[in-house]
């Protein structure tokens, strides 16, 4: 493709040279001179895109000797300078309208993008701020239920209200010594392929610590005789003052002393998530 660009260059003003008294080298005649100045631009396919230098010519009105702004003796430069500096020649508005054209159609859709951007990134920015805000609140909410369980363990769970605890109550009386397993409190929770099982001992200082996790293997046996079919367990052991053994499908706590009770928490996930989808869905 043949690209048409290149300088060209048009008239800005025209005049008498005023500015000091001057004498034409070749007629020597004395203030006759008249100056023309061009203004050169840049253009592509003649649109003009930025200006270039300006240039004056001097003519003698009298000999019509011309000179390029270059060739002129000392004392015509002198005068043409200080004739700048008192009337400059402003350039017309269309010589950059090229520039204008492409801050246009460029450069502004470009700072807009960027704009756009940053105001994008901001806002997701903002989503994950509300997306940890919703999990903060999830777990919050796994917690608040796994200590509502908690408080209702009792030492005689009956068959109608809670028929896990009471055959666990039974079964694991039969199973283990040197605990008092009459004053053990349960409780009991089944959702969907998932059990939860909360026991609180009272005293466990006659067995080591490492021999503690008899009484979650009890339950967990208990359990499969008891039930007809494969459920995940979810068992916390309670000691006086904390939770002494955990043990669910994905990971188990059964040193016998500190246990990490949040382990349990994934036993509530699936009916939180469900409740916050159907809340979701609501609004
Ligand atoms: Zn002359």
């Not at 916050?276 to 869905?281: L, M, R, S, V, Y």
Request: hydrophobic share 35%; aromatic share 12%.
């Amino acid at each position: 493709m043949l690209l048409f660009y290149g300088t060209r260059a048009t008239k800005l003003w025209e005049g008498k040279l005023r500015a000091g008294s001057t004498t034409c080298p070749h007629c020597e005649s004395q203030n006759s001179f008249n100056i023309t100045i061009y203004g050169r631009y840049f253009h592509f396919f003649w649109i003009p895109i930025f200006p270039l230098s300006k240039k004056s010519i001097i003519e003698c009105s009298h000999c019509k000797k011309t000179y390029d702004q270059d060739d002129l003796p000392t004392h015509l430069q002198q005068v043409l300078e200080k004739q700048n500096d008192i009337n400059p020649v402003k350039r017309p508005f269309w010589h950059s309208c090229g520039c204008l054209f492409i801050s246009v159609v460029f450069i502004i859709p470009f700072i807009f993008s960027m704009f756009f951007g940053i105001l994008k990134s901001c806002s997701n920015a903002f989503d994950d701020s509300n997306n940890s805000e919703q999990t903060e609140q999830f777990e919050d909410m796994r917690k608040k239920y796994l200590e509502e369980d908690m408080n209702k363990m009792t030492t005689s769970p009956t068959y109608e209200t809670d028929s896990i605890s009471s055959t666990l109550k039974s079964c694991v009386a039969l199973s283990i010594d040197g605990i008092k397993t009459d004053k053990i409190k349960y409780f009991s929770k089944i959702k969907e392929d998932n059990i939860l099982v909360l026991l609180k001992v009272e005293d466990m200082k006659k067995i080591k610590s490492s021999s503690r996790k008899i009484l979650v293997e009890a339950v967990e046996s208990c359990l499969d005789v008891y039930l007809k079919k494969k459920y995940n367990y979810y068992v916390g052991v309670e000691g006086f003052w904390n939770m002494l053994l955990v043990s669910t499908p994905s990971e188990s706590d059964l040193g016998g002393r500190f246990a990490d009770k949040n382990l349990l928490l994934e036993f509530y996930n699936e009916e939180l998530k469900l409740k916050i989808t159907t809340k979701d869905t609501v609004q």
